[in-house]
């Protein structure tokens, strides 16, 4: 069933037009893919989000990558006027207006701002200073797997008393449409293989905002903790004299496998779980806990390294027939299970072209069928 959006609106197979590129456009168009309406984003230029969206909903959402012109409301049953420019959205909200077609027109794109990162940590952004002049602080905020309702409550109110929010490419960045207007969004956020915003510039603009009176969010994907690098970053504000606190998050290393009905732990199966990243050789203990099937393994940026990791239990001594799971894009509506045996995941794996980010669970509770109540 498809979900309705705004005040109950039926979109289902209807036409939705979205005028802008940016994140805030991103989000809107995402809810409205989902809600079930046929989107047409008309944009000069679109943000890495709303690209995405575009290439894994290419049945649903097409894009026109051109400044929108009046004709482009036309056929709409609703439009969703979410221009970088006060002047452009109005624009856009007359034409619908003219047609007798319902707009809705983003508040504020100032939440929509993603500030370039090289003019941030130029001497110049001294004006971002707010008029008390009093420091600042950071709150490390853990998103949670990247569904907007597995934040904590905690986590919501950081984001809403925000001056700055410096984002990461997972996480819940649907949220970031909705923060109150004003907000600074910085987006530092990593690909696999393609790292936009080195650790250490990170830190230094988590600090200089901070510095600048500002309360400053570093909304991160999961547990800020785990696999995180939180703590490098709770050490540089610390060593700078900055306030920073941490609001702990829903970890992807036991939520993606939950949400696909996998428990890293079991009765009568198994008690313990290992987690590890892929990006390093596995760890004696890691590999020991599948040789001898004393602990679930939950591997955290294995994809690119899944073949690697593979010869490495086998070679260890693991059982070939030992059950592995991987599930892509956990908690959004794209999320999907791959599972194999270790004699055979990797292949199983490359035909249904396994992308990142993913966790891979090894061991016997990856096994389908774990929860299935007996006899049925
Ligand atoms: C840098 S680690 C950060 C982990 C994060 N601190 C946590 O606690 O979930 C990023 C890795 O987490 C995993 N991950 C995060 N969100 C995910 C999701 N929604 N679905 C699948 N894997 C996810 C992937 O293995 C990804 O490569």
Known sequence: ????????LPLAGRDVLVTGGGPVAASRAAELQQSGALVRVVAPHVCEDLHDLVVVHADTVRLDERDPIAADVRGAWLVVAADDGPSERD????????EHIW??????????????VDTLLDEGSVDLRRPSGALGSVTLVGGGPGAPELITV?????LAEADVIVTDRLGPRSVLAHVRPGVEIVDVGKTPGHHPVPQPEINRILVEQAQLGRRVVRLKGGDPFLLGRGGEEVIACREAGVPVDVVPGISSAFSVPALAGIPVTQREVTAAVHVTSGHEPLADAALACVRDASATLVVLMGVGNLGHIVEQLRGAGADQATP???????STPDERVTRGLLRDVVDVAADARVRAPAVIVVGAVAAPGLLTPAGR
């Open 1 to 8: 069933m498809t979900a309705p959006v705004l005040v109950g």
């Open 91 to 98: 624009r856009v909200h007359r034409w619908a207006e003219g």
């Open 103 to 116: 707009c809705v027109v983003v508040d504020d794109p100032g939440t929509a701002q993603i500030a370039d």
């Open 154 to 158: 905690a986590g919501r109110r950081a």
């Open 324 to 330: 592995v799971a991987i599930v892509e894009r956990g």
